[in-house]
T-cell receptor, first 109, second 115 residues
Framework: AQRVTQPEKLLSVFKGAPVELKCNYS??????LFWYVQYSRQRLQLLLR??SRESIKGFTADLNKGETSFHLKKPFAQEEDSAMYYC???????????FGSGTRLQVQP | GAGVSQSPRYKVAKRGQDVALRCDPI?????LFWYQQALGQGPEFLTY????????KSGLPSDRFFAERPEGSVSTLKIQRTQQEDSAVYLC?????????????FGSGTRLTVV
């Protein structure tokens, strides 16, 4: 079985502070990991994928297989980063995504 | 269209009523997924289509839930004899290729409230 855990329901930081949104997963094979974001009154959209090792809007995430984690990080938070963030996993041979319960990031001025 | 379109945006159903939710994916997208998102939770997988073939329906919670995509484009999720626990946002997503590697494009969802 595959499972994604996001331990924090809410993370509140001040503008300019570093941000780390935690994501842990359980899966016996080699997973693909994703971060999706939902801004207020907008659709859920892909933020980044571990396989592309990209930085989007200043966010990065590194897959740590030893710790089974895929934490999302940004060195300096901006107010426009305030949104709901979901970590998701896709297992080998399975096309569907398994999502975590989400973390609301609140960046205060 | 430019994105994934879902209708209706909101649906209120009396308990026991049947409902049909529509998804119009991006033209040419092979894969189509339905997810259920309860309040305060992440989306949970319901079913997956590759073109017109329903390849995975392991997430459908009961036999009251039925989905189809007869011509490989528009899909309909039908819920029979709705119950209060069916209240949720139903999300549709499509993808150009098989699998999740390229990411999905999500619709805005249909918020179903069963009273």
């Amino acid at each position: 079985a595959q499972r994604v855990t996001q331990p924090e329901k809410l993370l509140s930081v001040f503008k300019g502070a570093p941000v780390e949104l935690k994501c842990n997963y359980s899966y016996s094979g080699s997973p693909e990991l994703f971060w999706y974001v939902q801004y207020s009154r907008q659709r859920l959209q892909l933020l980044l994928r571990h396989i592309s090792r990209e930085s989007i809007k200043g966010f990065t995430a590194d897959l740590n297989k030893g710790e089974t984690s895929f934490h999302l990080k940004k060195p300096f938070a901006q107010e426009e980063d305030s949104a709901m963030y979901y970590c998701a996993l896709s297992g080998t041979g399975r096309r569907a995504l398994t999502f975590g319960s989400g973390t609301r990031l609140q960046v205060q001025p | 269209g430019a994105g994934v379109s879902q209708s209706p945006r909101y649906k209120v159903a009396k308990r026991g009523q049947d409902v049909a939710l529509r998804c119009d994916p991006i033209s040419g997208h092979v894969s189509l997924f339905w997810y259920q998102q309860a309040l305060g939770q992440g989306p949970e997988f319901l079913t997956y289509f590759q073109n017109e073939a329903q390849l995975d329906k392991s997430g459908l919670p009961s036999d009251r839930f039925f989905a189809e995509r007869p011509e490989g484009s528009v899909s309909t999720l039908k819920i029979q004899r709705t119950q209060q626990e069916d209240s949720a946002v139903y999300l549709c997503a499509s993808s150009l290729k098989q699998g999740a590697s390229l990411g999905y494009t999500f619709g805005s969802g249909t918020r179903l409230t069963v009273v």
